[in-house]
């Protein structure tokens, strides 16, 4: 079986302070911390043992992950594995890069976001030539904000053309036809992001081929609903994966609508939907 796995486990701690993130400068204490690495390990050791099935892995944390360990380790371990064919995360890349070098870099990828305000632009823009240097497979983005389009124009001329600046309409925003014209100046596939998507009745492949996980190995078709279809360690979801239409009435998130199948972006994104890079910038 080939599965995708989106694993959002209770890490809600972050370092950054983003004032359109409900979980910035979040403190998890010890014993959230303690559970969030114990259920980490137990996915990455299922996902690791599960030789018979090919396994595609995103974790999409609401905290940074990558400032802790056992995500790092949990990423590095999982891209060694043959039967692994995706492993990524999105992060900040407020983290240190260096053990990177003991992953296998043509599996593990990342999906990076720059946050201006949170971290100097300098920093993060070195971050990702260390991520060059070292020959990891990443995309970047930022929040299309009036506030950060310079910033984005400027990540935009000093990034290797080859890689992939993608821009997210701010939530709530509405953009002129001039607005989001600027914005697709600079990233050509921000129309998909400009307007929530009509998902009502539709195919789409969560619940099929693709599942949410969360901490205790509930499965559900994916992040935004919230109906269980089982449970990924007894295997009793399993029986349950089958071709469902969403049950939304829209989707505006990426790590959502990149699966409807009204949308063509499993060819748009072939072979980086996990990391978001266009098949067109490999």
Known sequence: MDLTLLYRGPLASCDYDCPYCPFAKRRDSREQLRADRASLERFADWAGGRTEDRLSVLFTPWGEGLVRSWYRRALTELSHQPHIRRVAIQTNLSCRTDWLADADRDTLALWCTYHPGQTPYDRFLGKCRELERLGVRYSVGIVGLPEHLDAAR?????????????????????????????????????????????????????????????????????????????????????????????????????????????????????????????????
């Open 154 to 282: 400027r990540l935009r001329a000093e990034l290797p053309e080859r890689v992939y600046l993608w821009v997210n309409a701010a939530e709530g925003r509405t953009y002129d036809d001039a607005e989001a014209g600027v914005w697709t100046g600079i990233d050509p596939l921000f129309p998909y992001s400009r307007h929530p998507h009509a998902s009502a009745g539709l195919p789409c492949r969560t619940g099929e081929s693709v599942i949410s996980v969360d901490g205790e190995g509930t499965v559900r078709r994916c992040h935004f609903v919230p109906a269980e279809l089982g449970n990924l360690y007894d295997g009793s979801y399993r029986a349950a994966l089958r071709p469902r239409p969403c049950p939304l009435t829209s989707c505006d998130c990426h790590i959502g609508y990149v699966h409807l199948e009204t949308l063509p972006l499993y060819d748009v994104f072939a072979g980086g939907v996990l990391e978001r890079i266009p098949a067109a910038v490999e």
